[in-house]
């Protein structure tokens, strides 16, 4: 394989001993038919856009490949396609990395088109013996496929690669050796109000946001005074990213006067600031620390300045890691049980559809299916007793 990309397209030239148009591509000779006909300058076009469309591979030596060189021109695609249109990658481009690292480690020097589906199994395998969750094979195993599909188009590999690979069914709930994990529940609201007062305050305003609102953690933590229309007596939040974007589903988050009263005192003047800051978050603890110190300051404590070039400082917002974190940091402090802030929008669309129903909670999630709105939201058992309780 080349240790380089040419850059320049290569020549449409005179085969003098024939008379032919002559291309070469990847170190073989195409001829194109007289040369200087339209019917040669056709055949040079299409054959240099089929060229460039398989990666500047050649075009009739594809079945030698191997799997690493469908992995490479796959990511190459993947680092380009799975990008927010700030030009950031998106999770979907780091978990197919994690994807295909088992199929390059066990299968990466073999020929690709001898890729069938046994060596996806045994890739699976690979991945269960690792401890990873069965719904997490699955969605890798589907990546890998996708891969191969993609290789398909660009006529890499031949189509009964990719047909055989879907003979590969996912793995079930308990027929196999794969982890199972337990699914996500809301958090006891009673647990959330024991964590609160061991949480820095803007923390505190985003769990009570996602409370109220439902909103995804991604989206809470991303908030801006320029994203919020604060005109009406119901605010609007429009995020600027959010997880449905890429399908060109528009997402607003409604505020209503308990929402507000929670982000009002982070309402920033400059529009383009992240509300909930890690460095508030830093300065609330330090002065915590300071009320509860048992000793007095020292003079030269005192006049202590905070360092110009500090080794570390926080970033100017949080990232969904380090939300989770703050929470459970918290959690520990109070003596609770672990829980994350997805929990949170579990509770919120338990309550919004036991209060409202699930068309209400469907809106005000943001779910374009019920179905969704349904895995979310837990079924109200307290309420199917008392029925069965009545009629008997």
Known sequence: MPTSTPSRIPTYRLHAASGNAVVTLSGRDFYLGPHGSAESRAEYDRLIREWLNAGRQPLHAQCDLTVNEIILQYWSFAEGYYRKPDGRATGEQRAIREALKPLRRLYGYSIAREFGPLALESTRGEMIRAGWCRSVINQHVGRIKRAFKWAVAKELVPPDVFHGLQAVVGLRRGR????????????????????????????????RLQLLTGMRPGEVVIMRRSDLDVSGPVWTYSPSDHKTQHHGIARTVFLGPRAQDAIKPFLQLDGSAFLFSPTDAMAWRNADKRRHRKSPLTPSQAARRPKTNPRWAPRDRYDTSSYRRAISYGAKRAGVSHWAPNQLRHSAATRLRREFGIDAARTILGHRLLETTQVYAERDTAKAAEIMTRIG
């Open 176 to 207: 196999s050796a794969a982890r199972e994990t337990e699914p996500v529940h809301p958090v006891p609201e009673d647990i959330v109000e024991k964590t609160l007062p061991h949480l820095a305050p803007p923390v505190v305003a985003m769990v």
